[in-house]
């Protein structure tokens, strides 16, 4: 990985700190911005595998911003592109408006990351294994017990780092990256394998530190989660960004409408031709993509369809998302041979 004067690279396999000063606000521009962003890799077989297909992404400066898409979508192989530990086939990243891989040097000091499992001494304290990278990295003892106030470890700090839980090692690996106040901070799927003690306290920490002025870019498949933390989100699917926004602008208007009527099959018949995507559940229907309930009622009632019974429910980003990549598709990559394809 590139690295200038200030940059380090943690003595942990997967999580690199560094940074400077909290100066990234609302008002810089985006921390991080993405155009026509492309990557693939090619397999044994020599067929070529689409990762990143045009992708478009910009995540304001401040707050929490949820990197959302199921397992193969293409998030981690993102953020490698981002942290110079990928490079892209093609396309462009700004990371504080310099272009990576070529000005990495430059912003490295304000970014810290958490990619893959992050490692510690199991021996140690977590103090320990704390203060051997501080030394390392050349920062004073006494940022030390700063950063584990920060992730609400100091009273467990002393206990060795193999009888952390889950929640308290992914804690830890934060207030590893936290050790030089990165202004930009990118966690990948931080709350894979927590317990929900672990997956609130690990959530509460973001907030946090979204809170304090610093951006913090987290990258998950589990929607529910993401969305009682985030500011803002971008949604991905098979490595394409499908929308973006904040999450009261993703989910207004978005939620399915449930509607009771006696003859199920000329409902759903009707509905499905007005261009609505419709699912039964049990003897009622969901109507995907609809502004208003009253228009399914209306719609109804047209043809002489009586609802019994119309309602809205989950509006949440769980719902947008299964809407926006219904027509993408929800698995890994496409693969054809000899060919890198991403289909529409």
Not at 44 to 53: C, G, H, P, T, Y
Not at 130 to 135: D, Q, R, T, Y
Not at 300 to 318: I, K, M, N, P, Y
Not at 327 to 333: D, L, R, S, Y
């Amino acid at each position: 990985m590139p690295s200038g004067p200030r940059a380090v690279v943690s003595l942990q396999e997967g999580t690199t700190s560094a940074g400077g000063p909290i100066i990234g606000t609302h008002g810089d521009g985006p921390a991080i911005s993405t155009r026509a962003l492309r990557k693939t890799f090619r397999r044994f077989d020599l067929s070529q595998v689409v990762a990143v297909e045009g992708l478009d992404l910009e995540v304001p400066a401040g707050g929490v911003h949820g990197f959302l898409g199921p397992n193969g979508s293409g998030k981690t192989t993102t953020i490698r592109m981002l942290l110079g530990l990928a490079r892209p086939d093609s396309g462009e990243i700004r990371l504080f408006g310099e272009p990576v891989p070529q000005r990495l040097p430059a912003v490295v000091a304000r970014v810290g990351a958490i990619v893959e499992q992050p490692k510690f001494v199991p021996s140690f304290s977590g103090r320990r294994n704390l203060e051997v990278l501080a030394s390392a990295i050349d920062v004073p003892r006494t940022r030390v017990d700063e950063v584990l106030d920060q992730v609400d470890l100091r009273e467990r700090a002393r206990d060795p780092f193999r009888r952390f839980s889950l929640g308290m090692k992914q804690r830890l690996a934060i207030a590893a990256t936290l050790l030089k106040d990165p202004d930009l901070l990118i966690f990948d799927e931080p709350t894979n394998g927590l317990d929900p003690a672990g997956i609130r306290d690990v959530r509460a920490t973001m907030r946090r530190l979204g809170d304090e002025g610093r951006t913090v870019l987290v990258s998950s498949h589990i929607l529910a989660e993401v969305q009682q933390v985030a500011d803002t989100v971008s949604i991905v699917a098979r490595g394409r960004s499908v929308a973006s926004g904040s999450v009261a602008e993703l989910v207004r208007g978005r939620g399915q409408v449930r509607v009771v009527v006696r003859d199920v099959p000329a409902a759903h018949a009707l509905l499905t031709a007005r261009g609505w995507r419709v699912t039964r559940e049990g003897g009622a229907l969901l109507v995907a993509g609809v502004p208003d309930p009253a228009l399914v009622n209306e719609t109804l009632a047209r043809e002489g369809l009586f609802a019994s019974e119309v309602g809205t429910v989950r509006d949440d980003l769980e719902s947008v998302f299964l809407e926006l990549t219904a027509h993408v598709g929800t698995g890994g990559t496409d693969r054809v041979p000899g060919v890198a394809q991403v289909r529409p």
